[in-house]
């Protein structure tokens, strides 16, 4: 339960800049050569790069120290020095870089995208640019300037406030898709989630709440069995479940108390969550079949029915994730 690293604090050293080159052109027949010092590389930044396999700090647990490369001085001929390697840390959506001073350098949103978080030295200039008419020959050039340095501190904010729970092709990357900009990949088949998917749903007042679709738990996960239980674990953070059960289910209620079980084997306080019982799929029932489902749930845990094809209900699920998660609050 304690597999959450949602904190770290990082040295991380941006790399020197190159120093420019003071070279003077000597050649055979040009005895006076010119001034030809190339300019020196900028050093390596260290740079934070969203990726949505991760979900956890968890892999930086160790890391204490990050060292970008220094750039290459500059060289004669003009030549610039090669730019410092720049240092990479893949972390989750959601993380918060912050410095020193507790300011929020930048948040990752979506995966792929990059930010530094400590930028390289500048390279220096070559003699070439200190070139005027009263000095025709300089030998002066930059040094490179240093790169930024000090801690840095990530912090993975929320892994989501509403966790989806449900079987596979129970319509949970569907539910995503249709609320959020997130575009999970829909198929018709189990298991087509193999690593969860974060939306950000936008609700009335530029009000918003994270939605995470977990792939689909089945009987016995907590045992091992399929995809569930490593899974498991990213609910354990979200602020309230969403239950959902897909109107073409045999026994909507049985199929619910399936789940709850395997979410009690495999951590009971999972159960203490606040959590919203829906019906997927409502666009295959008419009102009759509602009505008989419905029954099936006892008086205080009637279902939300939505589509996530239509739309029908979907402003009414909103409405109820925002109440629990502000009861939450
Ligand atoms: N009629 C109808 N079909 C839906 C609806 N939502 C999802 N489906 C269909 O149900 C199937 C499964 O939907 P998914 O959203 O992939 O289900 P999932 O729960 O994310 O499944 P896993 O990724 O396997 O965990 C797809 O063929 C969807 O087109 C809905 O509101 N109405």
């Known amino acids: 339960m304690n597999n959450f690293v949602d904190h770290v604090k990082i040295h991380c050293a941006a790399g020197h ?3 420019g080159s003071a070279h003077l052109r000597r050649e055979k027949y040009i005895p006076k050569g010119g001034p030809d010092g190339g300019d020196g590389g900028r050093g390596g930044n260290i740079i934070m790069k969203g990726n949505s396999h991760e979900w956890t700090l968890l892999p930086l ?3 204490r120290h990050l060292k970008a490369g220094r750039g290459e001085n500059g ?5 610039t020095g090669a730019a410092g390697q720049d240092v ?5 959506i959601g993380t918060i870089a912050k410095d020193e001073e507790g300011e929020i350098i930048g948040e990752i949103l ?5 930010i530094v978080v400590k930028k390289g030295g500048l390279g220096g200039l070559g003699n070439e640019h200190f070139k005027s008419a009263t000095n025709q020959t300089p030998r002066y050039a930059q040094p490179g300037t240093p790169g930024e340095e000090g801690y840095v501190t990530f912090e993975l904010k929320v892994l989501a406030d509403v966790g989806l729970v449900g079987f596979p092709n129970a319509g949970k990357s569907t539910l995503l898709a249709a609320v959020s900009a997130a575009k999970p990949k829909i198929a018709d088949y189990a298991f087509t989630t193999l ?5 950000i749903v936008n609700y009335r007042n530029y009000r918003s709440f994270v939605m995470a679709d977990i792939p689909g738990i089945i009987e016995g996960a907590a045992e091992g069995k399929g995809l569930g239980h490593r899974f498991l674990r990213h609910i354990e953070r979200n602020s309230i479940l969403l239950f959902l059960i897909p109107a073409d289910s045999d ?10 079980n395997e979410l009690r084997k495999y951590n009971p306080e999972l159960l203490d969550k606040e959590f919203i019982l829906s019906v997927s799929k409502a666009d295959l029932l ?3 079949l509602k009505i008989e489902i419905a029954r099936e749930f006892p008086e205080n845990q009637k279902p939300l029915f939505f589509s996530a094809v239509t739309g029908e209900g979907i402003e009414a699920l909103k409405d109820e994730v925002w109440r629990r998660l502000s009861m939450e609050i």
């Open 195 to 199: 690593t969860p998917n974060l939306g």
């Open 75 to 79: 060289g004669k001929n003009q030549l």
């Open 251 to 260: 026994n909507h209620w049985n199929e619910f108390k399936i789940l709850e």
């Open 61 to 63: 647990r160790y890391t």
């Open 286 to 288: 008419d009102d009759d």
């Open 88 to 92: 990479f840390i893949e972390v989750p």
């Open 110 to 114: 979506e995966h792929g995208q990059e």
């Open 17 to 19: 800049g190159g120093a």
